[in-house]
């Protein structure tokens, strides 16, 4: 089973500044499944960035998205305070379950 | 707009059963490939259940398979987790969550508000 793990932890910001949040993969994976989410405290999951790199509708281009093989990078430039939460990073299977990433907590300063 | 709205969730004794219910609206759910994903309290997001459309593929995380049973009725654009033999463990905030099957996105783009489960004697 493929174990996605996210770096770092937590990451405490000051607003403007860069956040820089890290996914790796247990082994390689088709970029075009990996998603990331992100998660305000007392809401559901919102979609961010789909097949790695491509932004959902509405998600500003200060929000950005690289990586294949087994590493991904979600970029944030310009933090604003709306981007405080826990980011997942996930991988879609279309044979069964996956599990997410153990998320990154941003909080801003 | 798409919307799912969730329902069902409750306090339940260990051993008891919950069926939750997922309500979609503003979008066309037939077309839609759905999941259950739970959290437990201060943790983190994990995936419990897909079901294709129609209800062909199935598939669930290990931990609930054989008390857990997703279903669907496309007829009531409606999505529904029966929850058997519960324990402390299924404690959480469930979430309904979809996607076209035909999209380019493999990410889930509408989600439900969530329904908290508490097991709990």
């Known amino acids: 089973e493929i174990v996605l793990t996210q770096s770092p932890g937590t990451l405490s910001l000051s607003p403007g500044e860069r956040a820089t949040l890290s996914c790796g993969a247990s082994?390689?994976?088709?970029?075009?499944?990996l998603i990331w989410y992100h998660q305000r405290p007392g809401q559901a999951p919102r979609l961010l960035i789909y097949?790695?790199?491509n932004r959902a509708p509405g998600i500003p281009d200060r929000i950005s998205g690289v990586g294949s093989g087994t590493d991904f990078t979600l970029t944030i430039s310009r933090l604003e305070p709306e981007d405080a939460g826990v980011y997942y990073c996930?991988?879609?299977?279309?044979?069964?379950?996956?599990?997410f990433g153990g998320g990154t907590r941003v909080e801003i300063k | 707009e798409a919307q799912l709205v969730q329902s069902g969730g409750a306090l339940a004794q260990p051993g008891g059963s919950l069926r939750l219910s997922c309500a979609a609206s503003?979008?066309?759910?037939?077309?839609?490939?759905m999941i259950w994903v739970r959290q437990a309290p201060g943790k983190g997001l994990e995936w419990v259940s897909y079901?294709?459309?129609?209800?062909?593929?199935?598939y669930y995380v290990d931990s609930v398979k054989g008390r857990f049973t997703v279903s669907r009725d496309n007829a009531k654009n409606s999505l529904y987790l029966q929850m058997d033999s519960l324990s402390a463990d299924d404690t959480g905030v469930y979430y309904c969550?979809?996607?076209?099957?035909?999209?380019?996105?493999?990410?889930?783009?509408?989600w439900g508000q969530g329904t908290t489960v508490t097991v709990a004697s």
């Open positions: 969550a979809g996607r076209k099957f035909w999209s380019e996105s493999f990410g889930m783009d509408v």
């Open positions: 503003g979008f066309t759910f037939r077309n839609y490939e």
């Open positions: 079901i294709s459309s129609p209800s062909t593929v199935i």
């Open positions: 082994q390689s994976v088709n970029s075009n499944y």
């Open positions: 097949g790695a790199s």
């Open positions: 996930h991988l879609y299977a279309d044979s069964g379950p996956l599990p």
